[in-house]
């Protein structure tokens, strides 16, 4: 079991190498002739103005949130996943279903109110 | 591996040794091998035949002058983009804008470890599998998000959000489609659900019950849009965004990132093949019985085979349909995508009830609904249409 999760730890090791390396190879061959015009920040050839680290839209953050939770919901299925043939066999089947339909069902109550929120429009309605 | 390694140790091959050594040196080996020699030329040819297919698609000619058809043109590419200037602009973020790409291709990398290229070929048969799969692949977004973010520019960070949220968001429908899987085969290990299916179609995931088969058009759709593939590229879509997070990248750290957007889309086939399309499974002919050399060949042959066909449905795609809008992109995943697929994952978990030697025949039963159903459907369709032809005629705006 070790052996196979060294593998892991072997192929990060190989992909972040792989990169350096190249990396350093191209450093040693490529030309490197730096002017201010040219490191600065493409905009179109217009001149940039101000930094682009600004505010940005709070939708990604909300999609982030409903993601976070969705993304628990399938991490804690798994184990249920990998033993749930056993349990039909054993006749505790029918149980478990309904164990997962009702922890599926209450975070699907969750979409469906942020669906009439209005939360999952990408241009929020406002009331007025 | 291991059981191999220990062969040659014990056969005294490496006397003098420590074992860790030997392991090390093994394992160094088979990720350098399966690196140098499947990963790279695949995501190399990839990406020339699909500049190829596009232009036979779009009755152009495509690169056709380095080698026999071009198909050495990824190396030209490789060597090209090697000796170009790399430009780090004075705005950004140094350290960030260079850790990016690093973060990609080892996001990428780590997925090749429990792809099965046979039913004997595989680096490690982790027991977590296609868990970690699913783990690694979403590393990719933290360097895209860094990427965009780093450049200090305008272009870039708003290729990245966007990518972030698409990624992210797609990622239920797909780790949803996966759980049905997992629901079936009772194991996470990519051998384990490839041994749970049979060769032939009918005894795959697939064609196990329709919800299964609903699972596999909402798994291959999603992880288009977490590949960032047309009809989903609105991150780097060059008609709005320049290049979206790669607009400051050039030289070998932008082709890094290509690399892993090229070689992800064989992942994306091979995690489908295994899912849902029997992996490796051959018939158990004759020939085979004999000689586990052809046996080991046929299988690799069928798997990447069945993994390609993927990948060139992918290019078909990207040649055929126009981008999506934003919201257009978000809606799909949140109102269509994520309802279907819990619905489709309390259908399987249902359809498990039923019992073993009923379940063959219920499945057909409702696949043959489903058809009757759709082929209702596209009558009514057409009787409609044909009804409404004479009004759309005098009023062409209806």
């Not at chain 1, 033993?83 to 339909?101: D, N, P, Q, T």
């Not at chain 2, 190399?44 to 232009?55: D, K, M, Q, Y």
């Not at chain 2, 078909?316 to 257009?328: H, Y």
Request: proline letters at 5%; glycine letters at 8%.
């Amino acid at each position: 079991m070790l052996f196979d999760f060294a593998n892991v730890l072997v192929f990060t090791a190989l992909g972040l190498g792989f990169v350096g390396v190249n990396l350093l190879i191209g450093r040693l061959l490529r030309p490197a002739n730096p002017q201010a015009r040219k490191l600065s920040t493409y905009e179109c050839g217009e001149p940039s103005t101000g930094s682009a680290w600004v505010n940005f839209n709070i939708r990604f953050y909300l999609v982030a949130l409903i993601f976070i939770i969705f993304e628990v919901e399938i991490a804690f299925i798994f184990p249920v996943a990998t033993v749930f043939r056993g349990l039909i066999e054993s006749g505790e089947g029918l149980l478990a279903f309904v164990k997962i339909f009702i922890f599926v069902g209450i975070l699907f109550l969750g979409l469906v109110y942020s669906w009439v929120k209005g939360d999952l429009e990408w241009i929020k309605k406002v009331k007025t | 591996m291991q059981a191999y390694l220990d062969q040659l140790i014990q056969g005294g091959a490496f006397a003098g040794m420590p074992r860790e050594v030997v392991y090390a040196i093994g394992m160094l080996l088979a990720a350098f091998i399966v690196l140098s020699a499947f990963v790279a030329p695949l995501a190399g040819v990839t990406s020339w035949l699909e500049r190829r297919v596009w232009a036979r698609m779009q009755s152009r000619v495509g690169p056709n002058r380095v080698g026999p058809q071009g198909i050495l043109q990824w190396l030209a590419d490789g060597i090209k983009n090697l000796l170009k200037e790399d430009i780090i602009p004075t705005a950004a973020d140094k350290k960030l804008f260079s850790l990016a790409p690093y973060i990609v291709f080892m996001g990428f990398l780590c997925a090749f470890v429990v792809i099965p290229f046979g039913g004997h070929l595989i680096v490690a048969d982790l027991n977590i599998g296609i868990l970690y799969i699913l783990a690694v692949t979403s590393l990719v977004v933290v360097g895209i998000l860094m990427a965009g973010w780093a450049s200090n520019n305008k272009w870039s960070l708003l290729g990245g959000m966007r990518s972030a949220a698409q990624i992210i968001s797609y990622e239920i429908p797909a780790g949803v489609s996966v759980l049905m899987i997992v629901f079936l085969a009772g194991t996470l290990s990519m051998q384990g659900i490839i041994k749970g299916q049979g060769w032939a179609p009918w005894d795959w995931y697939l064609f196990h019950n329709p919800f299964t088969f609903a699972g596999f058009f909402l798994y291959f759709t999603a992880a288009l849009a977490e590949g960032n593939r047309t009809p989903f590229d609105i991150p780097e879509a060059e008609s709005e965004l320049v290049a979206g997070y790669v607009t400051e990248y050039s030289g070998m750290r932008f082709l890094f990132f290509f690399f892993a957007e090229w070689g992800n889309l064989y992942v994306i086939g091979a995690v489908a093949t295994t899912l849902f399309l029997g992996g490796w499974q051959v018939p158990p002919l004759a020939i085979f019985e004999n000689s586990p050399m052809l046996l080991a060949v046929a299988q690799f042959v069928t798997f990447f085979l069945k993994a390609y066909l993927w990948v060139f449905v992918a290019m078909w795609i990207r040649a055929t349909l126009p981008r999506v809008r934003v919201d257009q992109l978000m809606s799909l995943c949140w109102k269509y995508m994520v309802p279907l697929s819990f619905i489709c994952l309390l259908g399987t978990v249902a359809f498990m009830f039923v019992p073993a030697d009923g379940q063959r025949i219920t499945s057909a039963a409702m696949f043959g609904l489903g058809v009757a159903i759709t082929i209702i459907f596209f009558l009514r369709v057409g009787f409609q249409i044909r009804q409404a032809k004479p009004e759309l005629y005098f009023k062409p705006h209806i």
